[in-house]
């Protein structure tokens, strides 16, 4: 983290809200060195995809522009100065009005400045109950600590931002959550133990015990993009046309 950049020695010049300070150790949210090796991560996946796309299948694009201007972003209420803000200048393949309707949370009053509230990333088509699950992990960052949602009403399915608040000890903004349309039943993580039975959101997560503290820390983007990749270069994900529902 030292190396990263994400850990600095020495007091701020003023009192600054956007850091955890211990002692003379201020704890930074995240990184130039994180946005870089996060879209590094996207882009060789992306790259390993379209390597096995047949001949003609690619979309013409143009030369590089961010994909979100801060306009954008600000009508889709993602946050100021946060890492997911700063990635999505850089890299995200939406069309920017159907980014900004379809966040269902970003709306919500934070409780507190220094919310961030989760941002859908990447949609699937389904849509899945608010439950107790969800409503505690997206919880955290808002008013009287209670989402503005009754349970049983519809959550967007698909792959979110870490919703953190960066007062809290040992929070991870670079994270993730993949919320799926379905429970997870005798699933394991990464470390061989079980997923928790009818969980939505435990897929690529860490496992039960994380060797330096942080149990309830989100594993990292970085790390999603660097796995999908490694399923598809070994042939456990396959690159084509998958009928389902009509979609591919």
Known sequence: MIRLGTIVVGLPEEESRDRMQMQLWSWIPYCDTQIESNIAAIEHYSATVESRMPPGSHLPLPDFTPFFTDTDLDAAHVPQDCF????????????????????????MRPYEEGSIPPVLLFTASATVNLNTEIRWLFNKVYENGEIAMNDGDPVKTGLYSEPTCRYHNDTEETGFRLLLPFPLNRAKLSNGSQVRPDSYTQLFQHGNFHWFGGEWRSQRLERLFKRWTELVESGVWTVGKRWRGGTN
Do not use: G, K, M, V
């Open 84 to 107: 997911i803000r700063s990635l999505l200048t850089r890299r995200s393949p939406h069309d920017e009005e159907a980014f900004a309707a379809r966040q269902q949370f970003n709306s």
